[in-house]
């Protein structure tokens, strides 16, 4: 089992910025895939970003540029900076952390949800 602690939320003005993390803890794999998904209110759940134990990053498209995901594999966390924050990323972002157990496949867990609102 893995266990996923999220902070950082809030209220932040449009152009604002905020840092999300996410520690894991638990049965910790060192080949592992760690990221955020959003879910705004009446809207299908996105990935925002993600990051693998090599360092490889995936950003959704309306995210690049302004979104940065990084890792401590010392402190099994992820962050996820967001900056130049705009109202549409007002949401209910989620940690996740993913890896491979043989002859079970992938498993992932998840995080309690922590909201971002952007508003003036």
């Known amino acids: 089992q893995v266990q996923l602690v999220e902070s950082g939320g809030g209220l932040v003005q449009p152009g604002g910025s905020l840092r999300l993390s996410c520690a894991a803890s638990?049965?910790?794999?060192?080949?592992?895939?760690m990221g955020w998904y959003r879910q705004a209110p009446g809207k299908q759940r996105e990935l925002v970003a993600s990051?693998?134990?090599?360092?490889?990053?995936n950003y959704a498209n309306s995210v690049k540029i302004r979104f940065t995901i990084s890792r401590d594999d010392a402190k099994n966390t992820v962050y996820l900076q967001m900056n130049s924050l705009k109202p549409e990323d007002t949401a209910v972002y989620s940690c996740?952390?993913?890896?491979?157990?043989?002859?079970?496949?992938?498993?992932?867990?998840w995080g309690q949800g922590t909201q971002v609102t952007v508003s003036s």
């Open positions: 990051i693998t134990n090599t360092g490889s990053t």
């Open positions: 638990g049965s910790i794999f060192s080949i592992n895939a």
């Open positions: 996740y952390y993913s890896h491979y157990v043989y002859r079970e496949g992938d498993k992932t867990y």
